[in-house]
């Protein structure tokens, strides 16, 4: 009589098939009165007892033995409800006078049976059900009537229907805990796709930041050179030109001996901000290490644009910066090599602007140079002679 899905391995499960198992042995004791009375013989309940014990028994060990992903279980209730409808039907026959107890209990086995059908499974066994009465009645002719000629045989029909209610309370029971059951499996599953949701928005967090630290320059903040080669492929793969700035601080070495690490380190922060605060928003400005820098300049069309953008840069960065209580100007030197003029690949084009950079330096510093491929020279720059050139010990401006 027990059929509920997907349940069999569950407490809940386990206290249906105890629940069944129960009503076989009321079933049992009121058949033993109907043959105290002489309604039925003496072999009745205790063949039905045994028979309804042991089909609840096999499928409580099949419940328990199947993978409730198989698609056993997608007919393991209609089997259970068969098995069941079809014992009562033999016992129906088999003791004619207690026929309207056995037709009854299949009221029983359907409305416990509901629990686990589909809808197509109840329709079928429905209809199933409905013509095997039919037959039975029509073949064994039997005359469906309540026995009640005497005080005990009244007495064990009003046992037959309190146990009958009982049952079918016990069913509004048992729906309700599987109910309630499942609010809370609801309730359960829906905290762990929040809780899942959460960590799911941490990890992506976490990523972002490992991101973050792998592609951009801790002290900073600045993109390192591994995105300044991806953003650079990237302006390859568009194709259109621009220009690489290689830039190097003139000195830096001579700011970290003479003032120390944490002076340096405020200095580079400092001609970082100047150096974002000078180009465009879609130009990268990266920190490759120590004291340079590269520029990816967008959509440069001619030398003239790139080199304003050279000045521009030399000019900001000459200006004083103020590292605590003092004010210290450096220079920087600076190479220009050009896409597609210069080099179309990205290790060409950062070759190209280092050795520019590196020209620069030794014309004088506070200067950049624009490579020219053609010549292999460096025909361009600005500015040209020591004038321009800062020295550390007189830029540094003691403002105590």
């Not at 249906?16 to 009121?30: C, K, M, P, Q, T």
């Not at 096999?58 to 992903?69: G, I, M, N, W, Y």
């Not at 340096?264 to 180009?279: C, H, K, M, W, Y």
């Not at 597609?340 to 330096?361: F, H, R, S, V």
Request: glycine residues 6%.
């Amino acid at each position: 009589m027990l059929t509920l899905r997907a349940l069999s391995q569950t407490s809940l499960g386990t206290k249906l098939f105890a629940a069944a198992a129960l009503s076989y042995l009321i079933d049992g004791v009121l058949l033993a009165g109907f043959a105290a009375t002489g309604i039925v013989d003496v072999e009745i309940p205790i063949a039905y007892t045994i028979a309804g014990l042991l089909s609840c028994a096999l499928f409580h060990r099949v419940s328990l033995a199947a993978c409730p992903e198989s698609s056993w279980h997608r007919y393991y209730p209609m089997l259970q409800v068969a098995v069941s409808s079809l014992m009562l039907l033999v016992f129906a026959v088999i003791a004619p006078r207690a026929a309207f107890y056995f037709f009854t209990l299949l009221f029983t086995v359907f409305g416990f049976g509901s629990l686990g059908l589909t809808r197509a499974q109840s329709v079928c066994a429905w209809i199933g059900v409905s013509v095997a009465v039919a037959i039975v009645l029509s073949a064994a002719h039997l005359e469906i009537r309540i026995p009640d000629s005497t005080q005990s045989q009244k007495c064990l029909v009003w046992l037959c229907f309190m146990a009958t209610l009982g049952r079918c309370m016990l069913l509004g029971v048992l729906g309700r805990s599987l109910r309630l059951h499942l609010q809370d499996r609801r309730r359960q599953l829906r905290i762990a796709v929040e809780r899942l949701e959460e960590r799911d928005k941490a990890l992506e967090l976490v990523n972002l930041e490992l991101r973050r630290q792998a592609t951009h320059d801790a002290l900073t903040g600045l993109a390192n050179r591994a995105l300044f080669v991806e953003r650079l492929e990237q302006a390859l793969r568009e194709g259109e030109a621009f220009a690489v700035c290689a830039l190097d601080l003139d000195g830096f070495k001579e700011v970290n001996d003479t003032l120390g690490h944490f002076a340096g380190d405020l200095l580079l922060q400092s001609v970082s901000r100047r150096l974002l605060a000078t180009t465009r928003a879609d130009d990268t400005v990266a920190r490759a290490g120590g004291d340079e820098y590269l520029l990816l300049l967008r959509h440069v069309q001619l030398p003239a644009e790139a080199e304003a953008q050279a000045r521009r840069c030399l000019e900001v960065l000459s200006a004083p910066h103020r590292i605590g209580d003092r004010s210290l100007r450096v220079s920087s030197s600076l190479g220009i090599a050009r896409y597609p003029i210069d080099g179309t690949t990205a290790e060409t084009i950062l070759t190209y602007a280092d050795a520019a950079m590196y020209q620069a330096k030794r014309s004088g510093k506070n200067a950049y140079r624009l490579y020219d491929g053609s010549v292999e020279c460096f025909p361009r720059g600005y500015p040209s002679g020591e004038d321009r050139v800062y020295a550390l010990q007189a830029d540094l401006l003691l403002t105590k």
